[in-house]
């Protein structure tokens, strides 16, 4: 063959050549992976993140091995006994003489009679007695003791815990 012939597939130039222009063309698509990495980052943080803005106060809780309650639509109200005795509902402080008074007026504004007591696991069982008597006397019948998951068992492998 000779130097001049014509090639197939072509007129004669490289047949993978683009045509002029192509290559500046704007692009009709949108990259939405970036946007969908950002958001699932911003998720994980905001779900580590809101347990710690709900808690204020420093509450060091006995550990269980028993299994966490199912949430409910309405945001649960939260008694704290402190490892000084204090009693907060929510954060705000109650003296233990309005705390009946108190716990009528919010249950009567509420739907649900459920409530989370939390307690340092320093702190008595009768006090968390009275505490929960007060509960029970201001119209919460449904109460929830909040612990730390991974406690010791009283069943198998995990009964050596139980010192």
Known sequence: MAAGTIQPGGSGGNPRRRRRGSGNAPMAEINVTPFVDVMLVLLIIFMVAAPL??????????E???APLPQEQEEPLAVTVTAEGIVQIGSTEVPREELVTRLQAIAGERESDRVF??????????????VMGALNAGGFRNIGLVTEPGGPTLTGAGAEGTE
């Open 53 to 62: 803005l709900t808690a204020g106060v420093p509450v060091e809780l006995p």
């Open 64 to 66: 269980t091995a028993a």
């Open 117 to 130: 007591l939390r307690a340092d696991g320093s702190v008595p069982y009768a006090e968390i007695m009275v």
